[in-house]
């Protein structure tokens, strides 16, 4: 304790203590969770993530911590963070290109969850100009999985029609990317643009240039903006549209306003309009309360209008037509209205002690997804704020509101890279750090913990691409031949039904289908696929196409 006196002053010591106390709390609590366990993979996905790739990192997170006291790393930190503030455009830049590299290498450009796949199966349907994919009626269930139709796909036995169940929003931002064949590219581009609007919006809240850079150096060092950012979910443009969303608020104008409800539109539709709503609601009390806030309301309400009607109401509305007829629930119908109510409100329920602890460990992977430190630095910040009743009112609720307001979504999380829950609302974390960096010591430290975070990342990124690489090492393959239909059994692997992926319009190479039994799966084949035989046969699945 001596020399981390001669070291660091009191306010660093007391913020790197605390958070060397949480993350081996945190270690400590997982260590006790994997000794009931097993084989952590037998477990869902949300638990096999935290029990594997976050427990081994919690070590490596403290290490940050202690290497980060180091005064040379705080100057070089320091250093960092004032190049951030003054070249954000070339770091925006430089980022695009460091994200696009991991895209294609450590995702392997490819939609490891549903979650991702759908939006991207949508885009190809756009890209064709269609509203919907098409494949032959009788190889529904085969291509779409029984439990994801009605959950992530809409389908038609009868017509062979398939659309993707999320909004579409993020699907349309994808369909030129996927129109050039780099659908990949789209996430990198926005995790550029992120540094740009964060860069933005710390000078709405900070006039040091070395305060806007420490800002957006804390975000860009973050596992988990930069994983996020070389995969296909939506979490990255959720973050990218309401940190535009806060900075055009914070202008003050009818006419940013309506941008800001453009933009909001957008941030609706992405995929489902949760994360933006928990997101926007405290902002707009903000603004209601700012004088002229009822115009700039109105202006508002005016730019959310119309993609809120044609895509937010226009795409329910569409799916209602897509799907099978029947005397009891047609779409026009309404027992079908009353069904499609229903299953809209299913996803949402009274907390259980379950979500409770589900909630818990979201916490702990904000806690080990972001900078070390800066999640502490984040609370003392809030909590020196707690009596501005401004824009840092706003920021602190949308925080605050996605959090409790997920405690009411029965799912744990699922796949993912971090907490996905709070990613919309994960741009206050770098904005209260920053409130709480008073001294030029407590700044360079957690300028050094972002340098020392960036080897973390690369860490997180091993960890993603061994993932990948081994989920996509369970499709069944052939000695020789030329494969053309893989059949999966998703028994034989760890969410081996994901790799049921096929093109919208099934114009891929291999064709990908779910086992419905050997022998059902002989019949299909001689009656859909004639020309093929069966090339391999192993537990995983079947291989089949030209010996």
């Given at each position: 304790m001596s020399r981390l006196s001669r070291l660091a002053p009191e306010e660093l010591r007391e913020l790197f203590l605390a958070s060397l106390a949480v993350t081996a709390g945190i270690f400590l609590y997982l260590a006790w969770q994997r000794a009931g366990v097993a084989d952590p993979h037998a477990l869902g996905i949300f638990r096999t993530l935290i029990l594997t790739q976050d427990f081994t990192v919690a070590p490596l997170f403290a290490l940050a911590l202690c290497v980060a006291l180091a005064p040379p790393l705080r100057r070089a930190g320091a250093q960092a963070a004032r190049w951030c503030g003054r070249h954000p455009r070339s770091l925006a830049a430089a980022t695009v290109v460091v994200l696009a590299v991991g895209a294609r290498l450590a995702y392997h450009a490819h939609p490891l969850a549903m979650d991702e796949y759908a939006p991207l199966f949508q885009s190809e349907a756009f890209a064709a100009g269609r509203l919907t994919g098409q494949v032959p009626a009788a190889l529904v269930d085969w291509l779409v999985p029984k439990g994801f139709q009605g959950v992530f796909f809409k389908v038609s036995h009868e017509s062979g029609a398939v659309a993707s169940m999320y909004w579409p929003g993020l699907a349309l931002l994808l369909t030129p990317f996927t129109l050039l064949g780099v659908p990949w590219l789209l996430n990198p581009l926005v995790g550029g643009a992120t540094v740009l609007a964060m860069h933005r919006l710390a000078r709405e809240f900070f006039a040091s240039e070395e305060a806007v850079g420490l800002a957006v150096l804390l975000t860009l060092a973050s596992p988990a903006i930069t994983i996020?950012?070389?995969?296909?979910?939506?979490?990255?443009?959720?973050?990218?549209?309401?940190?535009?969303?806060?900075?055009?608020?914070?202008?003050?104008?009818?006419?940013?306003?309506?941008?800001?409800?453009?933009?909001?539109?957008?941030?609706?539709?992405?995929?489902?309009?949760?994360?933006?709503?928990?997101?926007?609601?405290?902002?707009?009390?903000?603004?209601?309360?700012?004088?002229?806030?009822?115009?700039?309301?109105?202006?508002?309400?005016?730019?959310?209008?119309?993609?809120?009607?044609?895509?937010?109401?226009?795409?329910?509305?569409?799916?209602?037509?897509?799907?099978?007829?029947?005397?009891?629930?047609?779409?026009?119908?309404?027992?079908?209205?009353?069904?499609?109510?229903?299953?809209?409100?299913?996803?949402?329920?009274?907390?259980?002690?379950?979500?409770?602890?589900?909630?818990?460990?979201?916490?702990?992977?904000?806690?080990?997804?972001?900078?070390?430190?800066?999640?502490?630095?984040?609370?003392?910040?809030?909590?020196?704020?707690?009596?501005?009743?401004?824009?840092?009112?706003?920021?602190?609720?949308?925080?605050?509101?996605?959090?409790?307001?997920?405690?009411?979504?029965?799912?744990?999380?699922?796949?993912?890279?971090?907490?996905?829950?709070?990613?919309?609302?994960?741009?206050?974390?770098?904005?209260?750090?920053?409130?709480?960096?008073?001294?030029?010591?407590?700044?360079?430290?957690?300028?050094?913990?972002?340098?020392?975070?960036?080897?973390?990342?690369?860490?997180?990124?091993?960890?993603?691409?061994?993932?990948?690489?081994?989920?996509?090492?369970?499709?069944?393959?052939?000695?020789?031949?030329?494969?053309?239909?893989?059949?999966?059994?998703?028994?034989?692997?760890?969410?081996?039904?994901?790799?049921?992926?096929?093109?919208?319009?099934?114009?891929?190479?291999?064709?990908?289908?779910?086992?419905?039994?050997?022998?059902?799966?002989?019949?299909?084949?001689?009656?859909?696929?004639?020309?093929?035989?069966?090339?391999?046969?192993?537990p995983r699945g079947s291989v089949w196409g030209v010996p």
């Open positions: 996020n950012a070389i995969s296909f979910y939506s979490m990255p443009a959720h973050l990218l549209a309401n940190t535009l969303f806060a900075v055009l608020l914070l202008r003050r104008t009818a006419a940013t306003a309506l941008l800001a409800g453009i933009v909001g539109s957008l941030a609706l539709v992405l995929h489902n309009p949760v994360p933006h709503l928990l997101f926007a609601l405290p902002w707009i009390g903000w603004m209601a309360t700012q004088p002229g806030g009822g115009r700039r309301i109105a202006a508002l309400a005016a730019g959310y209008l119309p993609g809120a009607l044609l895509v937010g109401l226009g795409w329910p509305l569409f799916l209602r037509t897509v799907g099978d007829a029947t005397a009891a629930t047609a779409p026009g119908t309404p027992a079908g209205a009353l069904r499609t109510f229903r299953e809209s409100l299913g996803s949402f329920r009274m907390p259980s002690g379950t979500v409770f602890e589900a909630r818990f460990l979201g916490l702990v992977k904000v806690w080990l997804w972001a900078v070390p430190a800066l999640v502490a630095a984040a609370a003392v910040g809030a909590w020196r704020k707690r009596e501005d009743t401004g824009p840092w009112l706003a920021l602190a609720g949308s925080a605050l509101l996605t959090l409790v307001g997920y405690l009411a979504v029965r799912f744990d999380g699922g796949h993912g890279w971090g907490y996905r829950y709070f990613h919309p609302a994960w741009l206050a974390l770098p904005i209260f750090a920053v409130a709480a960096a008073r001294s030029t010591a407590v700044a360079g430290f957690l300028g050094a913990c972002a340098l020392a975070s960036v080897l973390l990342t690369g860490v997180r990124a091993g960890q993603v691409e061994h993932f990948i690489a081994a989920h996509l090492a369970q499709r069944p393959t052939a000695a020789s031949g030329e494969a053309r239909v893989l059949i999966i059994d998703p028994k034989s692997g760890f969410y081996a039904v994901d790799l049921v992926q096929n093109d919208a319009f099934l114009r891929n190479r291999v064709v990908t289908f779910v086992t419905h039994g050997q022998e059902a799966d002989d019949e299909m084949m001689a009656r859909a696929f004639p020309q093929y035989r069966p090339l391999a046969r192993e």
